[in-house]
């Protein structure tokens, strides 16, 4: 179910009313949709303002899914998503993603603002598999956000069998989960 309080061109609001309003200062741009000036920028807020780009078929994941935990304090210019359901999708062109087919479990995904994201320690383990691009330091956001993350991202890796660049990100979530305060560290650790 998608929020009130997110408006997207041509739903409720015309394109030419959605600018007006933006001019106005009314509504402010968030994502892929408008919100109320005065809204409070939510997960919800931020995951439901991709509905038109996700559907039904795709996850937010790295930057976007950072970006909807709350890890960046803005989107990226383009949105990366995969396939959340087992049957391969055709024909996914959109100038406003990066696509990516392998399917993710839907243990592994939470249901925010009515779309499908990564849950954060998804998220991380995936940052930290790629580095660049930003994916380092929204790693490291999203780590301080939640100290014991980056440990419980290191067990996703453990649960796996062969998974490309765990060695490199396991070395990075190290790093990150030695920042970490002590107690949190040890209450992992045992």
Same mark, same amino acid.
């Given at each position: 179910?998608?929020?009130?309080?997110?408006?997207?061109?041509?739903?409720?609001?015309?394109?030419?009313? +959605? #600018? /007006? &309003?933006?001019?106005? $200062?009314? !509504?402010? *741009?968030?994502?892929?949709?408008?919100?109320?000036?005065? @809204? =409070?920028?939510?997960?919800?807020?931020?995951?439901?303002?991709?509905?038109?780009?996700?559907?039904?078929?795709?996850?937010?994941?790295? +930057? #976007? /899914? &950072?970006?909807?935990? $709350?890890? !960046?304090? *803005?989107?990226?210019?383009?949105?990366?998503?995969?396939? @959340? =359901?087992?049957?391969?999708?055709?024909?996914?062109?959109?100038?406003?993603?990066?696509?990516?087919?392998?399917?993710?479990?839907?243990?592994?995904?939470?249901?925010?603002?009515?779309?499908?994201?990564? *849950?954060?320690?998804?998220?991380?383990?995936?940052?930290?598999?790629?580095?660049?691009?930003?994916?380092?330091?929204?790693?490291?956001?999203?780590?301080?956000?939640?100290?014991?993350?980056?440990?419980?991202?290191?067990?996703?890796?453990?649960?796996?069998?062969?998974?490309?660049?765990?060695?490199?990100?396991?070395?990075?979530?190290?790093?990150?989960?030695?920042?970490?305060?002590?107690?949190?560290?040890?209450?992992?650790?045992?």
């Amino acid at each position: 179910m998608t929020s009130p309080f997110l408006y997207f061109p041509g739903d409720r609001l015309s394109p030419a009313e +959605l #600018s /007006a &309003a933006r001019l106005d $200062g009314d !509504l402010v *741009e968030l994502g892929e949709a408008y919100i109320p000036a005065d @809204a =409070v920028e939510t997960r919800a807020l931020r995951a439901g303002s991709l509905r038109d780009i996700l559907r039904e078929n795709l996850a937010a994941t790295l +930057l #976007s /899914a &950072a970006w909807i935990h $709350g890890a !960046l304090d *803005e989107p990226p210019s383009r949105h990366n998503v995969q396939r @959340a =359901v087992p049957k391969r999708l055709h024909h996914v062109v959109d100038r406003r993603i990066v696509y990516r087919d392998p399917t993710i479990a839907s243990e592994e995904l939470w249901r925010i603002g009515g779309v499908l994201v990564t *849950e954060p320690r998804r998220t991380l383990a995936d940052l930290a598999r790629f580095p660049g691009e930003g994916h380092t330091d929204a790693a490291c956001r999203l780590s301080d956000m939640a100290p014991g993350l980056a440990l419980d991202a290191i067990a996703w890796f453990d649960e796996r069998t062969p998974v490309p660049y765990k060695r490199s990100a396991i070395e990075l979530l190290r790093g990150l989960a030695a920042r970490a305060p002590q107690e949190d560290v040890t209450r992992y650790t045992s």
